[in-house]
Antibody, heavy 124, light 107 residues
Framework: QVQLVQSGAEVKKPGASVKISCEAS????????MHWVRQAPGQGLEWMGI????????TYAQKIQHRVTMTRDTSTSTVSMELSSLRSEDTAVYYC?????????????????WGQGTTVTVSS | EIVLTQSPDFQSVTPGEKVTITCRAS??????LHWYQQKPDQSPKLLIK???QSISGVPSRFSGSGSGTDFTLTINSLETEDAAAYYC?????????FGQGTKLEIK
C-alpha cells in the first residue's frame, strides 16, 4: 500500500539545523509531488513547500525560504527537508504529504497520503 | 498570499445533526479547494478534493460545495467518530495556504 514513513523525533538547540526524511513506498516515487507541512503545538497547519521528485524542482513558502532546503533521492525513494537557524517558533510536528496530482499535471489535487509526522523540539 | 477564513472556529454538536463548515478565500480560487479531517494525535486525512470531489473510502455523509471564494463542507448525520479538527486548503497558487481550522466537539 502507499506509505510515507518519516524519521524520528528531534531535539535541537536554537541556531542549529534539523533534517527530516520521508521514505515513500507503494507507488512510483517520481510520479507525484510531495509537500511539507508543519503544525505548531495546539495550532493549525502551515504549508512549507513542495518538491517535484522527478526533477528536484522546489517551491518554498516565503516565510522560511531562506532557511529551508527540500531534496530528493530517487535511489531510495526518499524526500528530505532541512531547516536551519532553528528558533523556538520552529517547534512543531513536521509532515510530508503526497499530492494526489501527478507531476505531469498543471494543478494540485490535495494531499492524499501523509506521513506519520516528526516532532521537532527547539529548546536551549 | 491567499487567505482562507473558516467559520466557525469551534462547534459543539449532537450526533445525528447536520454540520456545515464554511471556508472563504480572499481571492477567487476556482475549485482548487480541498478539505481535511485531523483527529487528535493523528495526521490529517483528505476528505474532499476540488471543492466537491469525493475521496475513495471517505463516508458519503461528507460532501463539499462551492467555487470562487465561498466553499462549504457538509457533514450529514454526524457520528461520534467525526469529532476532529477540519481544515480547508487552497492549491491555486503559491504559497498554498490552509484555513485556521474548525474544531468539532461531540456533545
Amino acid at each position: 500500500q502507499v506509505q510515507l514513513v518519516q524519521s524520528g523525533a528531534e531535539v535541537k538547540k536554537p541556531g542549529a539545523s534539523v533534517k527530516i526524511s520521508c521514505e515513500a513506498s507503494g507507488y512510483t516515487f517520481t510520479s507525484y509531488y510531495m509537500h511539507w507541512v508543519r503544525q505548531a503545538p495546539g495550532q493549525g497547519l502551515e504549508w512549507m513547500g513542495i518538491i517535484d521528485p522527478s526533477s528536484g524542482s522546489t517551491t518554498y513558502a516565503q516565510k522560511i525560504q531562506h532557511r529551508v532546503t527540500m531534496t530528493r533521492d530517487t535511489s531510495t525513494s526518499t524526500v528530505s527537508m532541512e531547516l536551519s537557524s532553528l528558533r523556538s517558533e520552529d517547534t512543531a510536528v513536521y509532515y510530508c504529504a503526497r499530492d494526489s496530482a501527478p507531476v505531469t499535471s498543471d494543478y494540485y489535487y490535495g494531499m492524499g497520503v501523509w506521513g506519520q509526522g516528526t516532532t521537532v523540539t527547539v529548546s536551549s | 498570499e491567499i487567505v482562507l477564513t473558516q467559520s466557525p472556529d469551534f462547534q459543539s454538536v449532537t450526533p445525528g445533526e447536520k454540520v456545515t463548515i464554511t471556508c472563504r478565500a480572499s481571492l477567487s480560487i476556482g475549485s482548487s479547494l480541498h478539505w481535511y479531517q485531523q483527529k487528535p494525535d493523528q495526521s490529517p486525512k483528505l476528505l474532499i478534493k476540488y471543492a466537491s470531489q469525493s475521496i475513495s473510502g471517505v463516508p458519503s455523509r461528507f460532501s463539499g460545495s462551492g467555487s470562487g471564494t465561498d466553499f462549504t463542507l457538509t457533514i450529514n448525520s454526524l457520528e461520534t467518530e467525526d469529532a476532529a479538527a477540519y481544515y480547508c486548503h487552497q492549491s491555486v497558487g503559491f504559497p498554498h495556504t490552509f484555513g485556521q481550522g474548525t474544531k468539532l466537539e461531540i456533545k
